[in-house]
């Protein structure tokens, strides 16, 4: 995406769910979010996109799970660390997504948004939409429509 | 009774249900008289009953429904304000109204209801204006009776009211205009005081009512209690009797419950959902089954099958829920035959079988726009002109034949015509014609196979078939329709016999029965619709038993050839088993048969389809999700996709070949695939692969002669053979129980080539080709490192049977003409 779009970007005022991944705090808004599971057991998908790493039996229903680090065009996770898997809940249809471990909820001040810096490349830049900028830290806006649409 | 035909039984439950929905909303009312929607409501549901009960001719409830739509529309209109006193005529024309749909549901006419005190009570509500509802009638005679009941009753409560005596007629008077000017303070009095003054027969009761009315609440408990019964009852009373007598003499006794009381509507969604838990029950039931399975604790054991066995019958019950007869469908198609056979200047009968064959609603649904295409292609393609019937000997009437019927788990509906039929030999012709096929790839196709022509995508143009316009017109949309539903689609045609069209449908959508197979470690279901059969083969026999074809694996099943498609291959997965053993599932679908290889088989068992996520859509693999007894997740298989994407580039593969095959005879040679098969003193020939329709094993003692030559009798037909060895001057052993023979067919014809044994099946394209021309030889190749001699199957078969090709003389180019054999 480029410039025209940018300034779309909504700077909202609320609370964000926050996780962690790959050293970086990423935030979604705290309304889409369902639930939080620890590590599920995945049916993968054979010919499936990349992303998606399987899925999931979520009480009978079945969910589909995006790795998020695959998405995000970040390493895989370590061998031997367990995902978090957040389930979403987008136009009446669960998603889960996978994350390397969950953080708090945040209240985020619109005043504090900033666009992703242009430096920002590669497939991550069409989902993060910004980042707030907290204290110490950065907190990264992740378009979640975008980023389960695998 | 029999006289109840269908639009009074509809008409009745409608009804009934109205009823109960006007009760509630006249009593609504009542608390907001000046409700326009409750009014409106109303209003709509008297006029529909009285709509259709003048339709059905039915004059008293037409009277009383009119009577009480007229009030209804100046309530509506403002014209008149309500009372208590019109509430309560109004609830009484309700009673009425339902007491007549008894007796109509009862007798089947509504002889024994008199209905003219109501219809009196509702106009005198009507007509004394906006000031002097019923009461009005009601008060003039009262005096006398109340006067009475004060002079007796100074002890009772009633007779507290004594001062009113003076009052009597002021109050009665009074009464009407209190209503709408204090509706709020004696609201809850005023209705219950009413109900009373409009039945004219209970006039003593009448001002008793009022007078307490107006007095004060005490009574109010405990007389209207009594007196407001009558209301009700004086209409009940004349015909309630009759309403259960009539049965019991009609029916004898009350075995036959209502028809209002006997169905009820239930909203789809709700079945949708019921349908959803059951779903979850199964699942449930399967993941405890199979825990339990493990366990040695009786009772529990014991539990659990009670648990399956209630939870299969409620399945079954949900799904029944949801069940509707396919008539509801087929019941608008008469009128389509009628219409359309006049259209077409044809003369059609239409004869259905099996009308109560039930199917779930939404398959029925997804069925109703295929069957319809089918039924008018049929009426306008299949089925003839009476001349032309009468020219080909058939009575001038054509017949339309719909039947259907349960099937092993599924739903088989048939459109058969005894119409012209389907031409193969035409249909064939069309095909190449354009651009569908090349002329070599229908040659080896059998006329069943050709007839399945008309469901290709593009095949849909008009003259495809007849004359007239083509069959094929959108044929490619029913398959396509009936195969997202599962089901598949069949066509069988004789020329001038007849064409059958033959769908399958699953029973319902939800729950299918499933095949779970294990590939790669993972599980998948594969839908039992399209599974045919089940093949093991050990290590040893495998070896044999598979063979190849360029890279292609084909296994023989029972003689014919089966292509192999391996899962792991289709999804990109090794296999996890290496012993050799080889899984088959012999899978079909539109009408192409495969072999899906697979690790292992786990079980059969009733899946829960899920959707996938968006994600997954485009894949096209997998037609759903579903959740296994064990809690995991499986992928369920959808074959029609699966046999599309293993099987199209094997196809593609070959029509390409066989389009360069058109150009050179020498690049044909060479491009072809080749069955090498011995012919004895250590010589191979190879064979080109689409000229073999099948491989046989014949014993030597089927053989027969019939003048000097060897004929063979292979279903149904007689085959001339050929035995290479002799035909090439080879030395074979001639003393063998079992000839492997190669079956060669082409425009309907076949021999029956014996080798002494098939090897292989290789690419021809690698060969290194040399001119050694010998008689009945092309040439030699080498082929798997051996020196291989191409035979001349045209010079072979011509030894076999010399008529073989005389009615083509040029088997590349055929022309139409030459096509009718």
Redesign the interface.
């Known amino acids: 995406m480029t410039a025209p779009t940018r300034p779309l970007a909504p700077a909202t005022s609320g609370q964000l769910a926050t996780f962690r991944l790959d050293g970086d705090l990423y935030g979604i808004e705290v309304e889409h979010v369902q639930e939080v599971l620890r590590s599920q057991q995945l049916t993968r998908v054979p010919l499936a996109p990349t992303a998606v790493a399987g899925l999931i039996n979520l009480r009978g229903q079945v969910v589909t799970a995006i790795e998020l680090r695959e998405r995000l065009g970040r390493p895989p996770r370590p061998e031997g660390t367990d995902p978090v898997v957040i389930v979403v809940r987008l136009h009446g249809e669960a998603v889960s997504m996978l994350v390397d471990s969950i953080a708090d909820v945040v209240d985020v001040d619109a005043g504090d948004f900033e666009a992703p810096p242009d430096t920002l490349e590669g497939q991550s830049r069409d989902l993060i939409r910004g980042a707030y900028k907290l204290d110490g830290k950065l907190l990264l806006a992740l378009d979640v429509q975008k980023a389960v649409s695998a | 009774m029999d006289g109840l035909d269908d639009i009074v039984e509809e008409f009745l439950v409608e009804s009934h249900e109205n009823l109960d929905q006007l009760d509630t909303d006249l009593v609504a009312l009542e608390q907001e008289p000046d409700s326009r929607e409750r009014l409106s409501s109303i209003f709509r549901t008297i006029h529909t009953i009285k709509g259709t009960s003048g339709f059905l001719a039915f004059n008293r409830l037409e009277e009383v429904t009119h009577v009480g739509e007229n009030m209804l529309s100046r309530l509506r209109d403002g014209e008149l304000a309500l009372t208590p006193a019109r509430t309560s005529v109004l609830l009484l024309m309700v009673d009425t109204v339902r007491s007549l749909l008894t007796s109509i549901e009862a007798t089947g006419g509504e002889a024994s209801v008199d209905v003219s005190a109501v219809v009196a009570a509702i106009s005198a509500a009507m007509e004394d204006g906006p000031a002097a509802p019923a009461p009005a009638p009601a008060p003039a005679p009262a005096p006398a009776p109340v006067a009475e009941a004060p002079a007796e009753a100074a002890a009772k409560p009633a007779a507290r009211k004594a001062p009113a005596e003076a009052a009597a007629k002021p109050a009665a008077r009074k009464a009407p205009a209190k209503a709408p000017a204090a509706a709020k303070a004696p609201a809850k009095r005023a209705p219950r005081a009413k109900p009373a003054p409009a039945p004219v027969e209970e006039l003593h009761d009448v001002p008793q009512d009022d007078l307490l009315d107006d007095l004060s609440d005490e009574p109010l408990t405990a007389a209207p209690a009594v007196e407001e019964h009558p209301v009700p009852e004086p209409a009940a009373a004349d015909h309630h009797p009759e309403g259960e007598a009539v049965p019991a003499d009609a029916a004898g006794g009350q075995v036959r419950r209502a028809v209002a009381d006997s169905t009820i509507r239930v909203d789809v969604d709700l079945l949708d959902e019921l349908m959803l838990l059951v779903g ?1 029950l199964v ?1 449930t039931r399967n993941q405890i089954v199979q825990y339990v399975g493990r366990s040695t604790d009786t009772d529990l054991v014991r539990a659990s099958q009670r648990l399956n066995l209630i939870a299969s019958e409620l399945q079954e019950g949900v799904m029944k829920t949801r069940m509707q007869p396919i008539d509801h469908i087929w019941s608008k198609l008469p009128r389509v035959v009628r219409d359309l056979g006049i259209q077409c200047g044809k003369n059609v009968r239409l004869e259905m079988e099996g009308k109560d064959t039930e199917l779930d609603k939404t398959l029925l649904e997804a069925v109703k726009d295929p069957l319809t295409h089918l039924v008018r292609n049929s009426v306008d393609h299949g089925i003839e002109a009476p001349d032309a019937r009468k020219k080909a000997g058939k009575a001038a009437e054509g017949v339309l034949t719909l039947r259907a019927r349960h099937e092993s788990g599924q739903v088989v509906v048939e459109v058969a015509d005894d119409g012209a039929g389907i031409d193969p030999v035409k249909l064939g012709a069309r095909a190449v014609q354009r651009g569908l096929l090349t002329q070599d790839a229908l040659a080896r196709m059998s006329p069943a196979d050709i007839l399945q022509l008309i469901f290709l995508p593009g095949f849909s143009t008009a003259a495809a078939v007849t004359n007239v316009s083509g069959r094929g017109v959108g044929m490619d949309v029913v398959k396509t329709n009936i195969e997202s539903i599962g089901g598949t689609i069949e066509v069988e045609s004789e020329p001038g016999v007849g064409t059958v069209c033959r769908l399958r449908i699953p029973l319902t959508l939800a729950i299918v029965p499933a095949l779970t197979v294990e590939c790669a470690a ?1 599980r998948y279901a594969i839908p039992q619709i399209s599974l045919q059969e089940l093949v093991s083969l050990d290590a040893e026999k495998a070896v044999n038993a598979v063979e190849e074809v360029g890279g292609a694996q084909v296994y023989r099943l029972r003689g014919e050839l089966l292509p192999l498609v391996r899962l792991t291959d289709v ?3 090794t296999s996890e088993r290496h012993d050799g053993h080889v899984v088959i599932a012999v899978l079909r679908s539109e009408g192409r048969r495969f072999g899906l290889v697979v690790d292992r088989v786990i079980n059969t068992e009733e899946i829960v389809v ?7 859509k485009s ?1 096209g ?2 037609s759903g ?3 296994l007894g064990d ?5 369920i298989l959808d074959v029609q996709a699966l046999a599309r994407r293993a099987l199209r580039t094997e196809t593609a593969e070959r029509q390409e070949s066989r389009t360069t095959s058109l150009q050179t005879a020498a690049a044909e040679t060479e491009r072809q695939r080749m069955l090498l098969a011995a012919i004895g003193g250590g010589r191979r020939v190879a064979i080109p692969l689409d000229t073999v329709t099948r491989l046989e094993q014949v014993r030597t003692e089927a053989v027969e002669k019939v003048g000097n030559r060897e004929v063979v009798q292979y279903r149904g037909a007689i085959l001339p053979i050929v035995r290479l060895d002799r035909h090439l001057g080879a030395y074979g052993e001639s003393d063998r129980e079992v000839l492997e023979v190669i079956v060669y067919a082409d425009h309907g014809r076949s021999v029956a080539i014996v080798v002494e044994e098939i090897l292989d099946i290789v690419d021809g394209e690698a060969a290194v080709r040399s001119d050694i021309d010998d008689m009945g030889l092309l040439g030699s190749a080498v082929l798997g490192d051996k020196v291989t001699e191409l035979l001349d199957v045209r010079a072979a078969i011509l030894a076999a049977d010399p008529a073989f090709y005389s009615h083509s003389s040029a088997p590349t180019g055929v022309s139409d003409s030459l096509l009718e054999v």
């Open positions: 979850e699942l993972d999804l990109g997965l899920k959707a996938v996520g968006g994600q997954l894949i693999l997998y999700a579903t959740v809690g995991t997740v499986a992928l």
